[in-house]
Antibody, heavy 121, light 109 residues
Framework: QVQLQESGPGLVKPSETLSLTCTVS??????????WSWIRQPPGKGLEWIGY???????NYNPSLKSRVTISVDTSKNQFSLNLSSVTAADTAVYYC?????????????WGQGTTVTVSS | EIVLTQSPGTLSLSPGDRAALSCRAS???????LVWYQQKPGQAPRLLIY???TRATGIPDRFSGSVSGTDFTLTISRLESEDFAVYYC??????????FGQGTRLDIK
């Protein structure tokens, strides 16, 4: 079955760019049936959607983060990536990648295990 | 912007009880765009319900979803020990994208 795995630095300095990659196994990011998403969860808090990308490169971002977010896809590596610029302590969170159905509710039916990113000098 | 308000914040019940978790949308929404997730400590969320009332693959039939206007309800008919977790609702809107409720914690009484 499809599995997702996040990877990237666990510590990022304030004002720098957070970069994470999600590797897809058992399936293809080139599938036209899904969007590939990023979601985060600050410590002890709820879920926040960051954005998603389609295999063609079409993106949709959370309006509150849009100015700082870039999501890209590499079909040759079966990966998609998140860049979040100008980070502050408020960006400290567990970051999840997930697969979302490409119609209706955009329900996310496969999730990575999550990776913790701390923003600190 | 659509805001999803979940209530109660915390619900304390016993195994075997019936649980009803609420998710209210701040404005009229497409009801079929409502989703429910379950999250246990240290784990990623798990999809329970999509389309407001359709169970995801492998989800037991004690979980059900319903809607009345802008009020959505996740019902767990008879709680089992593994059901104690945090539950989130989620909605997709064409202008706002994906929005989550703040979550309801279901605790063992």
């Amino acid at each position: 079955q499809v599995q997702l795995q996040e990877s990237g630095p666990g510590l990022v300095k304030p004002s720098e760019t957070l970069s994470l990659t999600c590797t897809v196994s058992g399936g293809s990011v080139s599938s036209g049936n899904y969007y590939w998403s990023w979601i985060r969860q600050p410590p002890g808090k709820g879920l926040e959607w960051i954005g998603y990308i389609y295999f063609s490169g079409t993106t949709n971002y959370n309006p509150s983060l849009k100015s700082r977010v870039t999501i890209s896809v590499d079909t040759s590596k079966n990966q998609f990536s998140l860049n979040l610029s100008s980070v502050t302590a408020a960006d400290t969170a567990v970051y999840y990648c997930a697969r979302a159905i490409n119609w209706g509710s955009r329900a996310m039916n496969v999730w990575g295990q999550g990776t913790t990113v701390t923003v600190s000098s | 912007e659509i805001v999803l308000t979940q209530s109660p914040g915390t619900l304390s019940l016993s195994p075997g009880d019936r649980a009803a978790l609420s998710c209210r949308a701040s404005q009229s929404v497409i009801s079929s765009y409502l989703v429910w997730y379950q999250q246990k400590p240290g784990q990623a969320p798990r999809l329970l319900i999509y389309g407001a009332s359709t169970r995801a693959t492998g989800i037991p039939d004690r979980f059900s979803g319903s809607v009345s206007g802008t009020d959505f309800t996740l019902t767990i008919s008879r709680l089992e020990s593994e059901d104690f977790a945090v539950y989130y609702c989620q909605h997709y809107g064409s202008s706002s994208g994906i929005t989550f409720g703040q979550g309801t914690r279901l605790d063992i009484k």
